[in-house]
């Protein structure tokens, strides 16, 4: 038995398979039963109870080394070293006689911040997702591969809330203090994915970089941007561009070097896809990925990525370079233009706005977002979302951490903001339409090559940000959500009534500055 796998606590595992290929793990999900083969040799799974993300059930262990940097409460929840030990002698002994499949890679393709991380896993699927979203590492990195961080995920293993003291059956916790994180009863891969990220936006602020849930590319003459969103944005489709190579698509830092991606992959969301309107994400999904909770024909293997039975939250994990033009590895200069993106259900956000600094930092401490009525019960309009710098759940440290670092460098570098509302137009949700994926692209586009700037900019009096009169490859009038709706009385009400929201979100920032404050939409 390795040595490595008796020092995590897991004695006499009925085999362990280290760094196998991705046939190779498909090969064992096969013989497994885990999964099936879709036409296109992707490698298809069901995640049964959990097939999303479980934000309530993720816990970091309270230590007194690391206590007083993390932002404790709804978010980064504590549970007691004494529970955690618990926990963890309960899921090594669950792991004993079983199969294990192992995975030693790195988090940051920056080589001056990367983090060496092991993750041994119960099923061949999740290693076969955790090898092609992590950096894979070369034959003479492997050889004296020391982790700087270690995850176990067991999805068969069930915790007891009454002895455990977490809330359900499902369990995530980020051990600081020992470098580990324990991933039991979900088998929705994103939780390995976003584990890594969390020890991310830990350890990296430390060493002055900053971390971003965003997607990023660039372009032929080095200009690089960035995208930041919640899911559902279009971080994913935006960042896949034809003309101009893919960084990432969900996570990076940003050092004094410049930008990096965190990972080696990609993890997009299938709903609806389309190969007309996504044909870089259609075409990624072949040997080697894996599809998770993706309806699929069982005799002609066909996928429907417009079956959202099992859940919207239909999801492909591939690497990075399953994108023709992706760059690897995936670093760049600093990033001449931002970009956040909002699906604005109310049908009200301009549908590009450009922001200047102290604009930018409130809406990347807001994080706004909509969710939409009809995918809740109980939602019957749409409902505001905000998530602190567009990635709250995954934050340990405070807020202000983030939001300070990404203020200093667009001021330092010079760097162009822009809103972009990827949401709906004429209407809110139920009456609009969704904007035109064409029209958005090719504000983005103009936003990057600067075309934007040469043009001129009225101030929307109640979000309080500069909106273009014109844009190449898009009508005039659809600049202006006042114009394109049918009823000016009905706009002004809805408009008025998400600025109010935007300023009742930031009452829990009164520490800000007041040009930050000021900076926000108008009630």
């Not at 003459?221 to 994913?236: H, I, Y």
């Not at 990525?305 to 591939?318: C, K, M, P, Q």
């Not at 949700?429 to 904007?435: D, H, Q, T």
Request: aromatic share 10%; with cysteine; hydrophobic share 40%.
């Amino acid at each position: 038995m390795s040595d490595y796998i008796e020092a995590l606590g897991i004695i006499a595992p009925k085999a362990v398979y280290r760094n196998l290929t991705p046939a190779q793990l498909v090969e064992h999900a096969l013989r497994r039963g885990e999964g099936t083969l879709s036409e296109t040799g992707a490698l298809v799974v069901t995640t049964g109870k959990y097939t999303g993300r479980s934000p309530d059930d993720r816990f970091v262990v309270d230590a007194p080394d690391i206590h007083d940097d993390i932002d404790w409460g709804k978010i980064n929840v504590p549970i007691s070293e004494e529970k955690y030990e618990a926990i963890y002698n309960r899921m090594t002994a669950y792991l004993q006689g079983r199969e294990l499949f192992v995975f030693e890679g790195f988090a940051g393709a920056d080589e001056s911040y990367h983090l060496p991380v092991r993750v041994v896993n119960e099923l061949a699927s999740q290693n076969l997702f955790i090898h092609q979203l992590l950096v894979r590492p070369t034959e003479e990195q492997l050889k004296d591969f020391v982790p700087g961080f270690t995850i176990i995920a067991a999805p068969g293993f069930k915790c007891s809330p009454e002895v455990d003291g977490v809330h359900s059956e499902a369990a995530i916790i980020v051990n600081f203090k020992k470098h580990t994180v324990i991933i039991a009863g979900s088998q929705y891969a994103g939780e390995i994915k976003k584990s890594v990220f969390s020890v991310m936006n830990y350890l990296l602020p430390k060493k002055g970089v900053f971390t971003m849930h965003c997607s990023a590319n660039v372009g032929d003459d080095g200009d690089s941007a960035l995208f930041f969103g919640l899911s559902g944005t279009g971080k994913t489709t935006l960042s896949a561009d034809p003309d101009r190579s893919l960084i990432g698509d969900d996570e990076h830092g940003w050092s004094e070097n410049g930008i990096f991606n965190i990972e080696g992959g990609c993890y997009a969301k299938c709903i609806n896809l389309s190969k007309e309107n996504e044909p870089q994400i259609w075409n990624a999904i072949k040997f080697g990925s894996l599809v998770e909770n993706v309806i699929m024909d069982p005799d002609t293997r066909k996928l429907d990525y417009a079956d959202g039975s099992l859940t919207e939250n239909t999801r492909v994990g591939y690497p990075v370079d399953y994108i023709p033009n992706c760059l690897i590895p995936g670093v760049a200069g600093h990033p001449k233009t931002v970009i956040f993106l909002t699906a604005d259900a109310f049908g009200v956000l301009p549908p590009i706005s450009k922001l200047n600094a102290d604009q930018a930092m409130y809406h990347f401490v807001s994080g706004y977002t909509s969710k939409l009525a009809g995918t809740e019960r109980g939602i019957v309009e749409p409902q505001t979302t905000f998530s602190t710098c567009f990635g709250a759940p995954f934050l340990p440290l405070h807020p202000s951490v983030y939001a300070n670092m990404l203020g200093e460098r667009i001021e330092k570098h010079h760097t162009n903001v822009y809103l972009v509302n990827t949401g709906w137009a004429g209407g809110k949700y139920g009456v609009g339409s969704r904007m035109k994926l064409k029209y958005t692209r090719a504000m983005v586009s103009a936003a990057l090559n600067g075309d934007l700037e040469k043009g001129e900019f009225v101030l929307d009096p109640i979000f309080n940000v500069m909106v273009p009169t014109s844009c190449p490859n898009v009508p005039d009038e659809f600049l202006s959500q006042r114009k394109l709706w049918n009823n000016d009385a009905e706009y002004e009400a809805t408009a008025r009534d998400l600025a109010a929201r935007f300023v009742k979100n930031f009452e829990k920032y009164s520490d800000m500055p007041r040009n930050i404050i000021d900076a926000g939409p108008k009630a």
